[in-house]
């Protein structure tokens, strides 16, 4: 009996301090009692009670006190409330946390000001903060409840309250130490069946059709002179070109294949596939990128795989990945640097992740730049999305402005110091691989040609450096257009189509190709004789001279008579005396702009000058604009008085000393001069880096009318195709055209996305917030990261002033499909929330995205023969293909009996 009395008691005793306690101290307790009774006689109970209970009560307080240094704890690792410095709660100096560590209780249960959040629970983010105040701030951090488990809360518990720093390292010591020298590989099943997906697709016959295919005639022509290192000029970097040849000259492929035409049919010797396999092993890695970066953008695992099989089941995006062609190429590059731009955004500033992300986002983007110049948009949304980040960390308390310097100093380091560099070796290898003279290469200055092999390299062999008097020369136009100052017997008509006259003497043009009448001789006005003696007489900057045309014998003059196309200018000509009181005004005074590093003596090639007409002031220049028919279609020059164009730079490119008085036999020297290749000039990288970006900026070729060309109003809505090849046997073709339904969707999911942010906008300035801030979060970084992209890549060509076609829209359609797979979750969220009592509206929405998708699949199998090429199409099927009028599909010449 006093067993079973004893016993109830101390359990009686133990369950009124479950609830203080908890179980384990139950447990211990009832442990302790069961062992006192069975050690010790019934007359002992009272004074076992007695300690039992003194020791409950030590037990009790320790608990108490373990608790509150538990929240002391979460004080330590961060002194603010929350990250906004606008929160009265902050403390952010050592009175403001002794404050706050003076009126802790026990209970976690106190209230922030700020909405629906505990303190408790906003001590977590802030801790996550602290962490991270030299960091980007979006790393990860345990909650609360971490602070409770072993081995970490016995550390922090052993940490004197007074050391915040010290319980800040040991937490950040705690916290990577299991990470240290871990080394572990995850496989994304989904990310790998989205590449083979797309491998088949892309690989598909890429050897078929075996003909040069719309934009291939330029592209492979570059990449046959890149194999035989012939220079040519692009107004694109050439990184895309400089990948395609190095797998085409690890196939042994000469080079020789001439790009005559679209349709001319590759000959064997030709590796087609290895040609087409860079742009084709690009397409199919962008469905798995796409994959990746709607990971990484924080949307759910089904809506990435949705955006990869978008990307797979577009039809223009298949035909423009299995040809030489550099779209695809340049999606790759620019979704990379996006995919990475957001890891290095959420690392740890400063840490080895942080580097190598930003690092590698960097080089994505340099080479994205680097393979057109599109890409630089790309760069322009990183920056934004950078901006965006950085304006937020001005509300982060945890930050000092100090660390504010370095975030945005880095940044700059890293995006801007470091694609450069990339850009800049890219072109060190162009420039050092094109080292021989080409077809292109009269674009550049004389200096530049004569520093390839082979190239201008001709006009040194025995030509003088200095001019002199008696100099033979030719005039180039040195920056801009190629041509020669060029002059003919023909004169300009005595009155112009707008009634003005003429002076009616003798035409001088720019002329852009080779000739005869493009020679000079170089005179002084006090000499008679044009012969070069023994004691060459140097010009120097500033002396005065006369140039007379070496086949017609007349000296280069100006006057005030408006030009033929440019009456603000005045008419420069070959004065003929009509005996009518109008006087040859035939002097010009060299002017040598870079006399600093050549030197004040005139010299071939390096030298570059400015004629200044004695007369009125004005300086010899190209205009630009064409001559008619009088003209034969050359290139009027005039004379400026704004003399610091830089149209009116020339310089001298063929020189020889006239040896003979006797004009004739110097017309026949003229026309017999022949002169043979020997060695190239030097120039420096530096200087042929800065010809070679000056002329690819400037000369831009301006293509006059294209019957496929389209306006960026009908690229959205798909309404205009591009044909790449027809054959002619067959009738297969390949046409440039997207998937409808997805182009379409994309644009429907424009507007949407457009209406929902002008509505929630609206709402939260009302102070009603409709959704959670988690989900309001994503929404921003969704416009900000894909609407921003689309109008980014979308609005400039509405800007620009050249023929487009639609594949310029293909960058601008990626983030288009992006922004319509965020669409689509969140109507599944928005589906989930407000129809939450009812399984079916979530059933139904489901359904139709699976509907649609299918759709999708059928309308991608229907125009697969357009993609490929290797489908013998009838009349009927054309037409049953062509489901707009607007849509250039070509008829056979002979129909077909159907």
Not at 295 to 306: D, G, I
Not at 636 to 649: F, L, P, Q
Not at 660 to 687: G, S, V, Y
Not at 817 to 840: A, G, M, Q, T
Request: proline letters at 4%.
């Amino acid at each position: 009996m006093s067993f079973q009395r004893v016993r109830k008691r101390p359990l009686k005793r133990t369950s009124e301090y479950e609830t203080d306690m908890g179980k384990s101290a139950l447990t211990t307790t009832t442990s302790y009692t069961t062992t006192t009774t069975n050690s010790h006689t019934a007359p002992n109970d009272r004074l076992q009670r007695s300690i039992l209970s003194d020791k409950l009560d030590a037990l009790r307080v320790q608990q108490q006190q373990r608790q509150h240094e538990q929240i002391l704890a979460t004080a330590l690792l961060a002194t603010t409330c929350c990250r906004d410095k606008n929160c009265f709660l902050n403390a952010t100096s050592t009175k403001d946390f002794n404050a706050i560590r003076e009126s802790l209780t026990p209970s976690p249960s106190t209230k922030c000001s700020h909405r629906s959040s505990s303190c408790l629970s906003q001590n977590s983010v802030s801790s996550n903060a602290s962490n991270n105040s030299t960091s980007s701030g979006r790393s990860s951090l345990p909650s609360t409840p971490l602070l409770n488990s072993t081995p970490m809360s016995k550390s922090i518990r052993e940490i004197s309250t007074d050391s915040g720093v010290d319980s800040e390292n040991t937490y950040k010591r705690t916290i990577h130490q299991s990470e240290r020298f871990t080394i572990s590989i995850n496989l994304d099943l989904i990310s790998w069946a989205l590449f083979f997906f797309a491998f088949l697709t892309r690989f598909y016959k890429l050897s078929t059709p075996a003909n040069v295919v719309f934009d291939e005639l330029h592209y492979g022509k570059y990449i046959s002179l890149y194999i035989r290192n012939i220079f040519f000029f692009d107004q694109h970097p050439p990184l895309g070109k400089q990948l395609i040849a190095a797998v085409a000259g690890l196939t042994s492929y000469d080079g020789n294949f001439t790009f005559t035409r679209i349709g001319s049919e590759y000959t064997t010797n030709v590796p087609i596939f290895w040609l087409r396999f860079v742009p084709a092993m690009c397409g199919s890695l962008l469905a798995p990128a796409i994959y990746k970066l709607l990971l990484e953008s924080q949307l759910s695992r089904v809506t990435a795989l949705l955006g990869g099989l978008l990307i797979v089941l577009d039809n223009a995006l298949l035909t423009q990945s299995r040809f030489i062609l550099m779209e695809s190429i340049l999606l790759l590059f620019t979704v990379l640097g996006l995919y990475f731009l957001l890891k290095f955004q959420r690392s740890r500033f400063g840490g080895p992740r942080w580097l190598i992300f930003g690092f590698t986002s960097a080089s994505f983007f340099a080479c994205s730049a680097s393979v057109k110049y599109v890409g630089v948009l790309s760069g322009i949304l990183a920056a934004y999305l950078m901006c965006c980040y950085l304006w937020n960390l001005l509300y982060d308390a945890t930050i000092t402005n100090v660390q504010l310097i370095l975030q945005t100093l880095s940044r700059i380091v890293l995006f801007v110091f470091v694609p450069i560099c990339i850009y800049i070796f890219i072109f060190y290898i162009h420039l050092h691989t094109l080292h021989k003279a080409g077809p292109h290469d009269s674009v550049m200055t004389s200096a530049f040609q004569a520093s390839l092999d082979g190239g201008l390299a001709s006009i040194t062999r025995g030509q003088p450096l200095k001019v002199v008097h008696g100099s033979q020369i030719t005039l180039r136009h040195t920056h801009g257009r190629t041509c020669w100052l060029h002059s003919h017997a023909h004169v300009y008509p005595v009155r112009y189509p707008d009634k003005r006259g003429s002076s009616h003497q003798q035409q001088v043009t720019c002329y852009s190709f080779k000739d005869v009448n493009n020679w000079w001789i170089v005179k002084r006005p006090e000499k008679e004789d044009l012969l070069v003696d023994s004691s060459p007489d140097e010009i120097r900057h500033g002396d005065v001279i006369q140039l007379v045309h070496g086949i017609t014998s007349r000296a280069l003059n100006s006057h005030d008579v408006a030009a033929p196309l440019t009456p603000i200018c005045q008419e420069v000509s070959c004065y003929i005396d009509y005996e009518i009181n109008m006087k040859g005004e035939l002097l010009w005074r060299v002017e040598i702009l870079n006399r600093e590093t050549e030197g004040p003596v005139w010299h071939a090639i390096r030298s570059e000058i400015r004629l200044i007409h004695v007369s009125t002031g004005a300086a010899l220049r190209f205009s630009g604009r064409l001559l008619p028919e009088w003209g034969f279609n050359q290139h009027e020059v005039v004379a400026d008085r704004n003399v610091e164009h830089k149209d009116a730079i020339w310089n001298v490119e063929e020189h020889r000393y006239t040896r003979t008085r006797d004009q004739r036999e110097r017309e026949r020297q003229l026309h017999n001069a022949e002169m043979i290749p020997t060695k190239k000039t030097k120039l420096t990288f530096w200087e042929k880096f800065l010809e070679l970006q000056t002329k690819m900026i400037w000369s831009v070729k301006h293509v006059e009318s294209h019957m496929y060309s389209s306006d960026p109003l009908e690229w959205p809505l798909l309404d205009k195709t591009i044909a790449y090849w027809v054959d002619s046997k067959s009738n297969a073709q390949i046409h440039l055209l997207g998937n409808v339904l997805i182009w379409y969707s994309g644009t429907i999911a424009l507007f949407v996305y457009g209406i929902l942010a002008i509505f929630y906008i609206l709402r939260r300035h009302r102070l009603c917030f409709d959704l959670p801030n988690n989900v309001w979060e994503k929404f921003v970084q969704a416009g900000n990261t894909f609407f921003m992209g689309y109008l980014i890549h979308y609005l400039p060509y509405f800007l620009t002033d050249r023929t487009l076609f639609l594949h310029n829209y293909l960058p601008a359609f990626v983030f288009k499909i992006l922004l319509l797979c965020y669409v689509i979750e969140h109507l599944d969220y928005l589906v989930r929330r407000y129809f939450s009592k009812s399984i079916w509206p979530l059933m139904a929405y489901h359904f139709c995205i699976l509907i649609w998708v299918i759709f999708i699949g059928i309308i991608f199998i229907k125009f697969l023969p357009i993609c490929y090429g290797n489908y013998q199409l009838t009349v009927h099927e054309v037409l049953k293909l062509r489901w707009k009028d607007t849509w250039d599909f070509i008829l056979p010449r002979i129909m077909p009996k159907i």
